[in-house]
């Protein structure tokens, strides 16, 4: 198993927003990363599951987040939020997937239509959450005996979060169940719902625009079997794949089951799909979006309260995620935001 360790720039002081703490800026803490760029998962013919691991330059153990990439990104499509949470006092696992990551996108060529080849395709649809299911079992091993990352992680307080295709796999992860109906090659009946690929040591979720029950991965039923908390965030100009419009998204939200309380779905004004993601500091170059930095301010503060309201157990974080709550990071375009809890 190949590695190379990277040392980040540090990120040293936490900044004040008045009289209270702005969550959306980075925290006191040093990042530092190791990449496993080789590793493979041997019981599914040497599939590559390449990882980036970011942790804080401190002892330990934290709270641990898997991060999902969506169709044609990367290992760094989320480094910024990646960077931010780390900086909080997180582990991140950055997994990329490889049938639906940018070198394929590369290789069937930058399109729309590859992209949709990508979300389309049964293997990639069942292989992303057994790719998540991989790197946990990895992640247990590392915490056992890694030199660099021994005793670092909390996986008993372990979380998930993901972006368009990459908020797919989080929801299945978290217990819901795909459509058969529009992947192919076709599996089994090819109507209906798919295996259960949930992995119950992932606690809670934060789906990045989340799908709603129409094509290409979810049924209205498919909703039913979700066991883990969740959180959505969407926008009004994040639309859905074939052109549904963004609220198709907003409405799914209904047909999750009730949480006590711990369900949340974050609906911006005037959001659009790609500013959900933010890869900077890697030096690639990302598909531009004038509001990007509008959106961002929300997202980070938003996943940080949630994450500490699911894997720290801070009460007063998952109560003051809400519209009041997350008021103070709208910025230009993004000037409203509505918070639904279930």
């Keep these: ?20 703490t702005d969550l959306s800026d980075v925290g006191p803490m040093r990042v530092q990363s190791l990449e496993f760029a080789g590793l493979v998962d041997k019981a599914r013919g040497d599939r590559r599951v390449p990882v980036k691991v970011h942790y804080p330059d401190a002892t330990g153990p934290f709270p641990v987040i898997v991060v999902s990439h ?13 960077r931010h949470l780390v900086s909080h006092g997180y582990v991140a696992l950055s997994v990329e997937h490889v049938g639906s990551n940018t070198e394929k996108l590369r290789q069937t060529g930058i399109s729309l239509r590859s992209l949709t080849q990508m979300i389309y395709d049964a293997g990639e649809v ?7 299911h991989f790197v946990i079992d990895q992640a247990q091993e590392w915490n056992r005996g890694d030199a660099t990352l021994k005793g670092r992680m909390n996986l008993g307080n372990l979380g998930m979060l993901g972006h368009s295709f990459g908020a797919y796999t989080t929801m299945v992860i978290g217990g819901m169940r795909p459509a058969l109906d529009w992947i192919r090659p076709i599996l089994g009946s090819g109507k209906g719902l798919g295996p259960d690929l949930r992995d119950g040591r992932v606690r809670c979720g ?12 979810f049924h209205e ?23 549904l419009p963004a609220e198709t998204r907003y409405l799914a939200f209904d047909y999750w089951p009730t949480a006590q309380g711990q369900h949340r779905f974050v609906w911006l004004a005037n959001a659009k799909h790609l500013d959900f993601t933010d890869s900077s500091g890697s030096g690639q170059i990302a598909r531009p979006s004038p509001t990007r930095a509008d959106v961002q301010p929300l997202v980070k503060a938003a996943t940080l309260m949630y994450f500490d309201a699911c894997l720290r157990d801070d009460r007063s974080a ?12 709208l910025r230009g375009a993004v000037n409203s935001v509505e918070v639904k809890s279930k």
């Excluded at 959180?231 to 052109?243: A, K, P």
């Design 1 to 20: 198993m190949s590695f190379r360790l990277i040392v980040s720039l540090a990120f040293l002081s936490v900044h004040l927003l008045g009289n209270s």
């Design 221 to 243: 039923e498919s909703f039913a079997s979700l066991r883990m908390p969740l959180m959505g965030i969407s926008g009004t100009l994040d639309r859905q794949q074939n052109e």
């Design 70 to 82: 969506g169709a044609g990104g990367n290992w760094d499509t989320h480094l910024a939020q990646i």
């Design 206 to 217: 934060v789906a990045l625009s989340p799908q709603g029950a129409n094509e290409p991965f």
């Design 318 to 329: 998952l109560a003051a995620l809400n519209a009041e709550g997350l008021r103070p990071y």
């Design 126 to 132: 069942i292989a992303r959450p057994v790719d998540i």
